[in-house]
């Protein structure tokens, strides 16, 4: 069974940056794993995402700020954020999923705080 376990975020001022890691235990060969948030009364968000061939996507507001990386073994999945607003203000979900998404896995979520 796959578990997703985040660490790392906090708080910082504007301009700074933070790095998140989501430790996947159980088989995570050939998934995809993103990275979504949720602010303050907004819907959850895709941030960014890396399929097992190590193709990126990235929401628009993110772009040129943040990167997604996974470890060569798959087993972990990392967001590193440069340059914070405090837009980015919100909790910070890992993700993991078939490339059909048709099975899906949700870390428990950890906060991120940007202030101005």
């Known amino acids: 069974q796959v578990q997703l376990v985040e660490s790392g975020g906090g708080s910082v001022q504007a301009g700074g940056s933070l790095r998140l890691s989501c430790k996947a235990s159980?088989?995570?060969?050939?998934?995809?794993m993103a990275w979504y948030r949720q602010g303050p009364g907004k819907q959850r968000e895709l941030v960014a995402e890396?399929?097992?061939?190590?193709?990126?996507t990235y929401a628009d507001s993110v772009k040129g700020r943040f990167t997604i990386s996974r470890d060569a073994a798959s087993t972990s999945a990392y967001l590193e954020m440069n340059s914070l607003e405090p837009e980015d203000t919100a909790v910070y979900y890992c993700?993991?999923?078939?490339?059909?998404?048709?099975?899906?896995?949700w870390g428990q979520g950890t906060q991120v705080t940007v202030s101005s």
């Open positions: 890396m399929t097992s061939d190590g193709v990126r």
């Open positions: 159980g088989m995570t060969f050939g998934l995809t």
């Open positions: 993700f993991a999923c078939t490339s059909a998404r048709t099975w899906t896995l």
